[in-house]
């Protein structure tokens, strides 16, 4: 049974349930294309250097270790529950752009073998975006419900999503949600798209707003409301989930009996032979979605912040 909670409230057992598998399909191109249209997501297992993994892992922590955040060993992830975050590194921008360029990180997130798997759902040559979503996530931690669409739309016809987990993450540790048959739920999708694709920079707006309040009722409650399920899993070293930006997802909280803090990252992926000029993507200073580059992130704020505000 999985142990979830969302916004500090158990998920019963009818709202909680299993991401579905697709690594077996990775033998069958075609077959996984059909996974990713049917699901709006592929869970794959165990597909990424486990060597990798660790180094990436091992390296983010060393650098939170740094600032005093972790404890040792850092590969536990253990936090220390304080910071010096802003005394070591004023600029936390700067500080949480180095961290997200780290070298074992990136030949996780920008190496070949996940090109490679993007590779095989767009049926064609893909490329990453420069700028990525790092997240080491404390125990009260958690991302409200969302669609990554419009925000990452730029000029591509399609964009992904690749959820990496740099660990193990059981479910006590707050890891990624998909809402089940989310990416069918056309009246929310509908306006958005409509929205995104206006020439009105207001409507824009709007839309990006709107991608971030459809739960603002409340997690469970909007599940219920759908008839639908949260749908997790715990995952292991390696793991790696894709998703469309028409798939709502989110985090369960991080209520980890050992304080351990999660950490995944996130990553869009397109197709090579589109435009990558956005410059809030792309570039050796990607802009952000808001301008503020890296420092406009939650990563970027100590992790001894409080749950309230690093929402």
């Known amino acids: ?19 579905a598998e697709a690594t077996s399909c990775l033998i069958n191109p075609e077959t ?10 592929v869970l794959l297992r165990d597909v990424l250097p486990r060597d990798e993994v660790l180094a990436a892992r091992s ?9 005093g955040e972790i404890q040792q060993p850092v590969e536990a992830g253990l936090s220390t529950g304080t910071s010096h975050r802003r005394e070591l590194a004023p600029d936390l921008g700067a500080f949480w752009k ?11 997130t920008h190496g070949p073998r996940l090109r490679e798997l993007v590779g095989l759902l767009f049926d064609a040559p893909a490329r ?6 790092l997240r080491p996530a404390p125990v009260g931690n958690a991302t409200n419900l969302h669609y990554d669409y419009p925000f990452f739309a730029g000029g591509a016809s399609q964009i992904v999503t690749c959820w990496l987990a740099l660990g193990e993450i059981p479910v006590c540790d707050g890891p990624l949600v998909v809402v089940e048959h989310s990416h069918r739920f056309e009246d929310l999708i509908g306006p958005i798209r409509s929205a995104a694709l206006s020439s009105d920079p207001e409507a824009f707006g709007v839309a990006q707003e709107a991608a971030y309040q459809l739960s603002a009722a409340g997690t469970l409650e909007f599940a219920r409301s759908r008839q639908t399920r949260l749908l997790t899993t715990h995952f292991q070293l390696g793991d790696a989930v894709i998703f469309s930006g028409f798939t709502m997802h989110g985090s369960l909280d991080n ?13 869009r992926y397109q197709r090579a032979v589109e435009p990558a000029d956005d410059p809030r993507f792309f570039g050796p200073h990607p802009l952000g979605a808001k ?21």
């Open 1 to 19: 049974m999985l142990d979830g909670i969302s916004q500090q409230r158990p998920v019963p057992d009818e709202l909680l349930g299993p991401l």
């Open 32 to 41: 996984l294309r059909r996974s990713f249209a049917e699901h709006g997501y």
């Open 59 to 67: 390296e983010v922590f060393s650098r939170l270790a740094e600032v």
């Open 98 to 108: 180095s961290v997200s360029e780290s070298p074992a990180l990136r030949r996780v």
């Open 128 to 133: 990453p975006h420069d700028y990525l979503f």
């Open 255 to 267: 209520h980890s009996p050992l304080a351990r803090v999660r950490l995944s990252v996130d990553v």
């Open 291 to 311: 301008g503020a580059s890296y420092g406009e992130q939650k990563a970027a704020q100590p992790l001894g912040t409080p749950w309230a505000v690093r929402q």
